[in-house]
């Protein structure tokens, strides 16, 4: 079934778009350019990542409409995932959509036990969370037999891009940055970083 | 129907124009130019059609101000507007920008306010380079006609604050040529140059550029008001002042521009405003109609072993033009870049068989490659006056191209520019802060206007819009994409600092040896205090 564009902008802010979210047939494409579709992947990786959705998304994601972030790795990420999961890509945005009903308190928890619960999702759901802290690529599949075989060599990886590498949260979770890129002040060096939450909002 | 419509909203632009014309006029202030010392207004217009001149809210629903249609010439009235409010008020205080717009433009609000930081920063432009006479409009400029920012009352030139001794000077100090061009120095039409290795060299020493006459390019930098009087208020035209302990805990947060109140039309101030130019010399007449103009006294190196330097004269054509300016709500700065459009080709135009400033067409096996530095040595030789010694000409070729969006509205405005040279200036883009609440800031710790957030992890920069961005003769050889190594003017200039030292040790760490104060020498994103002189080291 063909979706109706949605421009990224529409709606005013991602709590209201949220409930709208459509239900779609599980072999469905996601969409970037589907405003509600991008809202919900953000809430799904602030959700599993334990990032704030502020950080992930920079430019005022929540004050203001999607897209006045110029860096835009989530959609980047977002059309990475698309193309490879379509149809798996689908059911995790359906449950972040879902989710949204939910007390603002539980939502994350929510989110994370119905992904646990759902077999072909969760490694879906993790390959996203090393793609957000590693800025690379584990495929779902390779990261399933790593669980589930004994013995299996470590899943290999790629690296999505000079700016996946360069927005890559597991080294500013550590208060710190990615080698070779740092947007911190010249000297920073010398004093202790701020308190972990000044990085990841939370 | 349509040009119903039409008519109804160019109808409806003329009439808000011509009442924002008409209140102008009410307040009288129409006798000269404001310098940036005594500004006593700011400039309220922008990119959506304001409410009234005294409230830069945006009427709603949303109209733009200028029409971006190509195929519809600048109204008149428009033109008039835009020309004429400038010269009553000069340049933008603090930028007006939304991430709204026009319903069906199927603009996304980055676009949306790149849009606004662009119109801001060619009302920038307009207001700097009108005649400095406050009489005469940017339109009836004449190539050599001095602009604002050529005015000794407005502008003064890097080298004339860093002294060579390091001392203090005052803003109304009269102009000093260099010893050596004393005799053919004219204060009233020439600039004075010194050339030091900054003068031809690109930025982290990457090299001249030569352009096709084989004549070096020359760069310049230059402060307003506001921002020498920091620097005088804080001694940081001398490098022993600037090492003093009383300084070691200063953290350099130069003035910010702000608006009047809001619903008032007085009051407001520019803020720091940094500008950095880029000449070409000039050698035939037929150059001297295209570009904007400046007679040149230039200092050369001496010869090596020697102390002795030579004066030459040139006529100078503007090439390169970048205006950074901090305000209240965009403390990272606003990173303005304009060019001639004469320049280089974009890899899409160097098929086209015409030469450009920096560029040749070239489809022989031995072209030389594009956007490589000269041989060494770099430095000019003083026998061969600013002509590079051999054959080289630098091949240089745009790496990003300007968007539609910015070609669309470079055209409108060259058309209300058009009579003066200035129509062959284009804006590059204009790079901003672009996460709101980071880029307004304040530091925690109480201290004085503006009280910049100088300590932002993990991003001091708050997600500069575009990412990228580079003038073909102030960065041609870090022109790209690559983070952290191609031009970002904040991601580059967030790294400057200054010769502050360190305080004493029981400022820094108590009983305990646990760090009490942080120690900053960043510079507030200029490398103007690195010029500091004085002391041993000249």
Redesign the interface.
Known sequence: MKLPAVSPDAGSSPARRLPQLQRRSADSPASAQTGNDMVAFVQLSAALTGIADVKLATGNFNATPANSDPVDIRRQYFDWVNRRRPAVFRRLLQIAGDAQKLPEAGRAQAIIDRVQAAPDAKYLARSIVLMWYLGAWYDPGDLQKAAELPNHPSPAFKVISSKAYSQAWALRVAQAHPMGFSEMQFGYWARPPSERPVFIGN | MRSTARYRRTTVMRDDLLAIGAVLSLVGILSSFPSSQAQARCNLMHDLMPTNPSNPEPIKPFRQTLDFDSKRPVEPATKEAILNNIMETGIPCQETVT?DGPEGT?K???QH?QRGFDFYSWLTFIALNSPADGRTRIDKSMPNTKAVWEDRKNFKQLLDVMLPDGAASKWDDPKKAPPECENQFKPDTDMGIEIIEESYNQPFRTGPLIDQQGNYALFDILMNREMFDYIQKHKLYSKPEQQSEENSKLKVDFPAGKNPTKGEIEGGHPGGIIIKVSWKILDSEAEKRKFHTVDAVISMLPDRGSTQRQCVRKTLGLVGFHVMHKTETRLQWIWTSFEHVDNVPEESEVGKRRSWNFYQFCNTRACPAVNQTPPRPWEPKPSLGLKFDGPFRSQIVRKTPLTEDTKRMNKKFQEIVRGSVWENYMLLSTQWP????CAAKKSPESGPDPNTD????????C?????FLANSTLETYSQGN???ASSSCM?CH????SYQSSPPAADQFDADGK?KA?????TDFTFMLEKARGGSQQ
């Open positions: 991430g199927k996304t609000q980055l306010r672009s996460d709101f609440r100088l300590e932002k992890e993990p991003d001091m920069n997600a500069p819009a575009p990412t690559v983070p952290l991601a967030g790294n400057a600092t760090p942080k120690f900053f020498n960043q």
